[in-house]
């Protein structure tokens, strides 16, 4: 019989650490997968357990939607990658720009990660200019420029009105860290005087709008108007990574705001549960990767975008999520909150909820914190974030992102929330002693 014990063993053999990816790492080992569906995970042992991480937000269907199944088959059959193109990576892009209403051109790529990259290096072609700038604790993915600072603490954040740029991968390059400026997340007087000391610098000013590691909280309007009316001023672009966040609503997060970006990263939940990255935005800047130029200024391409297994399960996985679909999940997951805060007032704990649309991040704190350094998990509250999301994983078979978030599919009923919030209160219950201790 397999047991994830026996098969963490074999693993420790062939791959680093047991794992190819760190997030999936718990100790005494991690847990495989036999089957899922819908909202539900069995492991090898035949454990069930709901999903509310839904592989780090990237399934906004739950597993094995059957429409997403039977159009990925249907195209498995006719081939999976080409040195052509296809027609499904146009009618996707086609879906998206309709569906965006500002976006004007686009390009595919195969996650994240590449798609910030690829928006990072668009904006320094276009404005000729070395420099981003990001958000103090914002996470863009693992490019060396992208993830400064990501993992800034108190021994190394350095001043407030001037927080460091720091290397979360030990040997970064110092010429990559000094070609980040970073800045306080929707701290609009800070932000402003740190970026006029790099006025002529300045590629673009990268901004997740709801932020994950930073707290999970969603910039404010005067936040990005205050951005985008100083990279106007001052010939820059405003970029937003919305890889997490188009999930929350129909046409992103960015459609929440008064001002648009320039450029937008996406990725994650627009691949239908397979690999993917998009950038998309203004045609006048995209132009810069159009190999009908008479020099070709940003030569871009990858081995497998836009291939026709990611595009066609993205389209239906977007199709799927129409209005109605984005507004029923975002309901449920407001529906979750109040119930999870009801279970903390029963508790008697201090904990506090964060969010925006369909995800949500709780906080072993009273207050809900309004920037990255109120949000930082010292090592005793990593500690006890640890303890309530084992507890939850092996008593009451609840998985969720190490962070103590929750990313909703639309898979997801009622049933599954009652569930959440009931979990939730026995396992605050559990904490509760170390968490008086401790504050």
Known sequence: MKTNQNIYDRACNVLTGGVSRNTIFREPHPFYVAKAKGSYITDVEGIERIDFANNMASLIHGHSHPAIVKAVTEQLKKGTAFTM?????????????ERSGTFERMRFVNSGTEAVMTMIKTSRVYTKRPKIAKAEGAYHG???YAEVS????????????????????????QGALNDVVIFPFNDIERTLNI??????????????PVPHRVGLFPATNAFVKAIYDWTRKNGALMVFDEVVTYRVHY?????CYSVKPDLTAMGKMIGGGFPIGALAGRAEIMEVLDPRGKILRHPHSGTFSANPIS??????????????AVLKLNKLTDT????????????????????????????????????????????????IIKELLDYLFLEENIIMINTCACMFATSMTQKDVDRLSEGLLNGFKVIKPKLYQYH
């Not at 193109?85 to 720009?97: C, N, P, Q, R, S």
């Not at 970026?195 to 997740?208: F, R, S, Y």
């Not at 595009?311 to 109605?324: C, I, N, P, Q, S």
């Not at 964060?354 to 010292?378: N, V, W």
Request: glycine letters at 6%; charged letters at 25%.
């Open 85 to 97: 193109g296809t027609e499904a990576e146009v009618k996707f892009a086609e879906l998206m720009i």
């Open 142 to 144: 693992t490019y060396d």
């Open 336 to 383: 979750a909150i109040h119930q999870i805060e009801e279970a903390v007032k029963i508790a008697d704990v201090p904990i506090s909820i964060t969010g925006d649309g369909s995800m949500f991040r709780i906080h072993l704190q009273a207050t809900k914190p309004t920037c990255y350094r109120e949000s930082y998990l010292d090592t005793e509250n990593k500690t």
């Open 311 to 324: 595009t066609t399960a993205g389209r239906v996985a977007m199709e799927l999520f129409d209005e109605e």
């Open 150 to 173: 990501q993992t800034s603490n108190p021994d190394n954040w350095g001043n407030i009105d001037k927080p460091n740029s720091n290397q979360v991968v030990e040997g970064t390059p």
């Open 251 to 255: 046409r992103g997060a960015q459609e």
């Open 195 to 208: 970026l006029d000391q790099h006025t002529d610098e300045i590629a673009c000013v990268l901004i997740d």
